[in-house]
């Protein structure tokens, strides 16, 4: 058998150039670069590897969790066809990824994450940044990545990298089981040279199977469409993945069943496509809730059931309510006790559209459908357009944006007050061209996250909406969209402070408690001096960036105009009025209200959540 003699983190990569996907016939190489930093624990191994890999692109970031969320998004709007590889030394390095994995798995994102280890020799411990256990020698600071990943292993010897790489790359390629993969690479082991079998440098390619529905569940599945009245389909983020939002349009056009969108399958079809009611649940919209709350079949394609997604259980209200689940995730399939079709959402859908030629919804409900939603989008006109002097209201900005962006434009967002305002708001006119980190809803993601998405999709024009709180998390990945000549558009709403968990902390009956930015008074030992002086404007443009203050939404329209026209990263930046609000369309979220407490605001918020928690139902 021939041998290759090279290091670990040589084979490593020598390895991860030659793996591809392939799906419907089209061909993809896997791993498009790889992102991290370079400290001891990495430098060595991985960084001298590529440093004679150059066709694998290195690209240097300013924290790990950045690199992570990157990766992140460039695989999801690559449909989790291409991702990235994650570089980290030892110890604080690899422990900034933990959030930046924690939001791949619980996003079903591949990402693949190399974190340096500890010497296996140990004969030198304990190294700079090791954590001792007084237990065992077999315990690190990596060990915190294990309920994270999807797949976790650590590389004690050279030969262990032949049988742990397919594992990892049947994970980061499965359509059921995919998400972060964590390989931890003990330092002296990176550097090893060790006679690799030349087979595992041959091409490969991994196939993305689309699993069709077995005949049972199907005919189950046929049998409660044609059995219902009033049937409601879920679109999750399973549909975009899937790329079913052709399949979808037309199923739903030929059925008349109406679609409702969560945060992660917003987009799946056109908002203007007759049956699309936009968005489902908690930041839902009124028409959307409304048929939700009333339907006698869920058919759920692609779907996890966030609490966002089910108001927290309060959703569906109809007594005689049941689900249908299509999902290549079992786990996902079966829950709310539907009927599972374990399956690729374009297949099952193509399949049941053939299936059901000639059924239709009733002329009753159809009519609904298109009444409420036309009352919807008179509503998102007026929200768009509230003429509020002389600071905005956040909905005229996402408007302003709106109006300013082409249909192909990727609009991107994660935490705050914006993805709830955009999921009701935002009229996404192409598959994909709505990001939103919904799973982890990660302050911070949205930054490298568009950088992601830019660095997958370099046609489209990436918006960023964010806060000035979660701008504050992970500003400093402005310097690498600079560095790698990734333009986005970063539209950063300053309210001072956490206008969201500021509301939410009013409705609780805490009067947004520590959620105000200003400054502590002497005197009385408290956050109630003035707004904190952060000039973002200068902030941004320090770090590289092109930056715009807009006063008012005329400014504002002016600076998005002058954005499109650059070639560089452009952070506008645009004070609102915080206490106008998107109001809620009959929904609810469950956050847990204080069963007892000496302020009488919290007592009587209790008894409204007591209240509320009676149309919370199991579905058994
Ligand atoms: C990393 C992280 N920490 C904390 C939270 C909880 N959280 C959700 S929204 C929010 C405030 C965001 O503030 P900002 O970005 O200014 O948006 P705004 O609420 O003002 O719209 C916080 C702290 C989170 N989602 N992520
Ligand atoms: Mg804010």
Redesign the pocket.
């Known amino acids: 058998m021939k041998k290759r003699r090279v290091t670990m983190a040589q084979a490593l990569l020598g390895f991860l150039k030659n793996q591809y996907v392939e799906r419907d016939g089209v061909e993809h190489r896997f791993f498009s670069g790889v992102l991290g930093i370079f400290g001891h624990g990495n430098v060595a191994g991985i960084g001298q590897a590529l440093q004679q890999n150059l066709d694998l692109r290195y690209i240097p970031v300013r924290n790990e969790q950045a690199a992570v969320h990157v990766a992140a998004g460039y695989a999801k709007t690559s449909n989790r066809l291409r991702t990235f590889a994650c570089t980290s030394s030892i110890g604080p390095g690899a422990t900034n990824m933990t959030?930046g994995a924690a939001l791949a798995t619980i996003n079903r994102l591949p990402v693949l994450l190399l974190p340096g280890d500890i010497f296996a020799r140990r004969n030198v411990a304990p190294v700079l940044q090791q954590l001792e256990s007084p237990s065992t020698q077999d315990i690190g600071v990596n060990d915190c990545l294990k309920p994270v990943s999807r797949y976790w292993d650590r590389i004690y010897r050279p030969e262990q990298l032949i049988t742990a790489l397919p594992e990892a790359m049947r994970v980061l390629t499965s359509p059921s089981d995919c998400g972060a993969v964590t390989l931890a690479l003990p330092q002296d082991v990176q550097a090893e040279a060790y006679d690799y079998p030349e087979e595992l440098f041959r091409k490969r390619v991994w196939l993305i199977r689309r699993p069709e529905p077995d005949a049972a569940s199907f005919a189950r599945a046929l049998e409660a469409i044609r059995a219902s009245r009033k049937p409601f389909l879920v679109a999750g983020g399973g549909v975009l993945f899937s790329e079913a939002s052709e399949a979808l349009a037309k199923f739903c056009a030929s059925t008349g069943i109406p679609i409702g969108e969560t945060q992660a399958g917003k987009g799946s079809v056109p908002y203007n496509h007759p049956q699309s009611v936009g968005a489902v649940g908690a930041t839902g919209t009124l028409t959307a809730n409304r048929l939700a709350r009333d339907a006698d079949l869920v058919i759920g394609v692609g779907t996890r059931y966030s609490d966002f997604t089910t108001a927290s259980m309060t959703a569906f209200q109809n007594p005689a309510v049941r689900f249908l689940n299509i999902n290549t995730a079992e786990f996902d399939a079966c829950k709310v006790s539907a009927i599972p079709v374990v399956a690729d959402a374009r297949a099952a859908l193509e399949r049941l559209s053939a299936a059901l030629a000639g059924y239709r919804v009733e002329d009753g409900y159809a009519d609904l459908i298109g009444s409420l939603k036309q009352e919807w989008e008179a509503e998102v006109d007026r929200l768009f357009h509230l003429g509020l002097q002389p600071r905005p209201a956040?909905s005229e900005v996402i408007g302003a944006m709106w109006e300013a962006s082409g249909p192909r434009d990727i609009l991107l967002s994660a935490?705050?007050?914006?993805p709830g305002d955009l999921h009701k708001l935002w009229r996404t006119r192409t598959p994909n061209a709505y990001h939103m980190e919904y799973g982890y809803?990660?302050?911070?993601y949205e930054i490298p996250g568009a950088i992601g998405a830019k660095l997958a999709d370099p046609t489209r024009e990436v918006y960023v909406f964010?806060?000035?709180?979660?701008?504050l998390?992970m500003p400093g990945e402005i310097v690498t969209s600079v560095q790698e000549g990734v333009k986005i558009v970063i539209v950063l709403?300053d309210?001072h402070?956490?206008?969201?968990?500021?509301g939410l902390s009013q409705s609780l009956g805490q009067q947004g408690f520590g959620?105000v930015y200003r400054t502590r008074v002497p005197e009385t030992g408290r956050l109630e001096g003035s707004f904190l002086p952060v000039d973002y404007e200068a902030n941004a443009r320090s770090l590289g960036a092109h930056a715009i203050r807009a006063n008012g939404l005329a400014e504002l329209k002016l600076a998005l105009e002058k954005a499109r026209s650059l070639d560089r990263t452009t952070v506008i930046v645009i004070e609102t009025e915080?206490d106008v609000r998107v109001p809620g369309y009959e929904s609810w979220w469950d956050v847990a209200v204080a069963e007892v407490s000496e302020m009488e605001s919290v007592r009587e918020s209790r008894s409204a959540y007591v209240e509320a928690c009676k149309k919370q139902r199991h579905f058994l």
């Open positions: 959030t956040q935490a705050g007050s914006h809803s990660c302050m911070g964010l806060g000035d709180g979660t701008y998390m709403v309210n402070g956490f206008a969201s968990i500021g959620t915080r």
